[in-house]
């Protein structure tokens, strides 16, 4: 069973950097697909980032591209999420997801999520 546990979030200042980590275990070998999405209250689940954990290929949000850069350690398990110039219109919660699909912005299409972690920037 997939576990995955995100962590890095919090309060910064407009302008700032956070960098969050996402911990996965039990990911079988066909989920290759991780992703970075997040969720303001009273909102859907809006895309942000993905990467294929043997590849490296990555897609980003056309609010995330410039801004933000999406890694992976497979050896590891861990996926990183370093944003900088934080704005407030960032602020959300941010979860992790892995997929066996190759769909990536589509939030449907992951099979496992995190509980997400809080990130306030403020004006």
């Known amino acids: 069973q997939v576990r995955l546990v995100e962590s890095g979030g919090g309060l910064v200042q407009s302008g700032g950097s956070l960098r969050l980590s996402c911990a996965a275990s039990?990911?079988?070998?066909?989920?290759?697909?991780m992703a970075w999405f997040r969720q303001a209250p009273g909102k859907g689940r809006q895309f942000v980032a993905a990467?294929?954990?043997?590849?490296?290929?990555?897609i980003m949000s056309g609010s995330a591209q410039g801004r933000f850069t999406i890694s992976v350690d497979d050896t590891k398990n861990m996926m990183y999420l370093q944003m900088n110039s934080l704005k407030p219109e960032d602020t959300a919660v941010y979860l992790c997801?892995?997929?066996?699909?190759?769909?990536?912005?589509?939030?449907?299409?992951?099979?496992?999520w995190g509980q997400g972690t809080q990130v306030t920037a403020s004006s």
């Open positions: 997801a892995v997929s066996s699909r190759f769909t990536p912005t589509m939030a449907s299409s992951y099979d496992s």
């Open positions: 039990g990911r079988s070998a066909n989920q290759d697909l």
């Open positions: 990467v294929s954990a043997t590849g490296g290929n990555t």
